[in-house]
């Protein structure tokens, strides 16, 4: 493309050699399908997933497309096992949601189960009074613990609107038992401008977290350990390393990396942020980014007149695991593919939880 920076990212993941083939089909089953079907694609799919998305967006959009689907009877949701019960807990009692591959899941949800945090939760209340506690537990786990969330008068967030879930956690209790993301969570706490001594990291694996009980009664913030393997990969270094190699380049990262990294970085936000960043950037511009590398491609080749980097390349082995042939699987075979079934009693709390953040976010 003349005047343009030719830069464009090569696929980080092999293509699917019958992706094009698979993409026509998924169109032409959908055609078929109409109004009956939606696919909610995350903005970390490949790029052919992607692109067959009705709706695409990053946790928080696609919470929000899943209760209000309009007249779709099926969601099919490429994304990862949290966002798929999140929506089958969010859309009508006459829909369903499938999952195209079930075996796509989250290491950073799979830090915190309910045993533990139930523990937590026990050892917290021996020093303070758990009323004034207000849980709050970040899309990215599973169900049961947002389920403990809503049972306890405490709400879901996303990396999009975390701020004002604390907002709204503090203007219900004095403190915030944050997990499973201790990033995410120190991130909005240092916005918040809560002093360092007011935030404590608590280890399940530790009798209370590892903490005294005076640090636990001073404590604001509680954040659980736990992190995602593919924004903790960014270091200061490398984002060094990045401007020496681009000068002028701008550094942009998600807000489940480090503190370290986000302090250094022009821009931080979720993945709805950055793709409106990177659309809003004049030719010419160059932004290198910290978040997951699918999304970093689709940008660059969406793009081509700026240039568009990782910081270092990191994938998220989870989220492309869903490939264009599981997508068609899923809408060939729909009339006998499992649908994802929640147990009742967790939809039911979940959802207060979830509500609760739909409500508080907008
Ligand atoms: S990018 Fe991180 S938080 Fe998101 S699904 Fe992958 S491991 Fe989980």
């Not at 709390?349 to 953040?357: E, G, R, S, T, V």
């Given at each position: 493309m003349a005047g343009t920076l030719d830069q464009v990212m090569p696929s980080p993941i092999r293509i699917e050699?019958?992706?094009?083939?698979?993409?026509?089909?998924?169109?032409?089953?959908?055609?078929?399908?109409?109004?009956?079907?939606?696919?909610?694609?995350?903005?970390?799919?490949?790029?052919?997933?992607?692109?067959?998305?009705?709706?695409?967006?990053?946790?928080?959009?696609?919470?929000?497309?899943?209760?209000?689907?309009?007249?779709?009877?099926?969601?099919?949701?490429c994304g990862v096992r949290f966002m798929v019960?999140?929506?089958?807990?969010?859309?009508?009692?006459?829909?369903?949601?499938?999952?195209?591959?079930?075996?796509?899941?989250?290491?950073?949800?799979?830090?915190?189960?309910?045993?533990?945090?139930?523990?937590?939760?026990?050892?917290?209340?021996?020093?303070?009074?758990?009323?004034?506690?207000?849980?709050?537990?970040y899309m990215n786990s599973d169900l049961d613990l947002k389920s403990f969330c809503g049972e306890r008068n405490g709400i879901v967030c996303t990396s999009s609107n975390a701020r004002k879930v604390f907002d709204w956690s503090f203007a219900r209790g004095k403190k915030i038992f944050f997990f499973?993301?201790?990033?995410?969570?120190r991130n909005t706490a240092n916005a918040y401008g809560i002093p360092r001594d007011e935030i404590i990291l608590w280890d399940?694996?530790?009798?209370?977290?590892?903490?005294?009980?005076?640090?636990?009664?001073?404590?604001?913030?509680?954040?659980?350990?736990?992190?995602?393997?593919?924004?903790?990969?960014y270091t200061v270094d490398m984002v060094h390393e990045v401007r020496a190699r681009h000068p002028g380049i701008k550094i942009v990262v998600h807000p489940e990396c480090t503190e370290d990294v986000v302090k250094i970085a022009d821009a931080v936000g979720s993945t709805n942020f950055i793709q409106e960043y990177v659309r809003?950037?004049?030719?010419?511009?160059?932004?290198a980014i910290g978040t997951e590398v699918n999304m970093i491609h689709r940008m660059s080749v969406q793009n081509p007149d700026k240039l568009v980097i990782p910081i270092v390349r990191s994938l998220c082995p989870n989220m492309f695991k869903i490939s264009t042939r599981d997508l068609r699987d899923c809408l060939e075979q729909l009339d006998t593919w499992e649908p994802v079934k929640v147990d009742p009693r967790e939809k039911h709390?979940?959802?207060?939880?979830?509500?609760?953040?739909l409500a508080c976010a907008g």
């Open positions: 050699e019958d992706e094009q083939e698979n993409i026509a089909r998924i169109k032409e089953l959908k055609a078929r399908y109409g109004e009956r079907v939606i696919v909610l694609a995350h903005h970390y799919q490949r790029l052919g997933v992607h692109a067959c998305g009705d709706v695409t967006g990053d946790s928080y959009a696609l919470c929000k497309a899943a209760a209000n689907t309009g007249k779709a009877r099926d969601i099919i949701f019960t999140s929506a089958a807990t969010l859309c009508r009692d006459d829909q369903q949601v499938f999952h195209p591959d079930r075996n796509a899941g989250c290491p950073m949800a799979d830090m915190a189960n309910l045993p533990q945090v139930l523990r937590s939760w026990l050892e917290l209340g021996e020093f303070v009074d758990t009323r004034q506690v207000i849980p709050v537990v499973p993301d201790e990033h995410l969570g399940p694996a530790q009798v209370n977290g590892g903490h005294s009980a005076q640090a636990i009664e001073k404590a604001r913030v509680i954040l659980w350990k736990g992190y995602c393997h593919v924004h903790t990969r809003k950037m004049k030719p010419g511009d160059k932004v709390f979940a959802k207060l939880a979830l509500d609760n953040m």
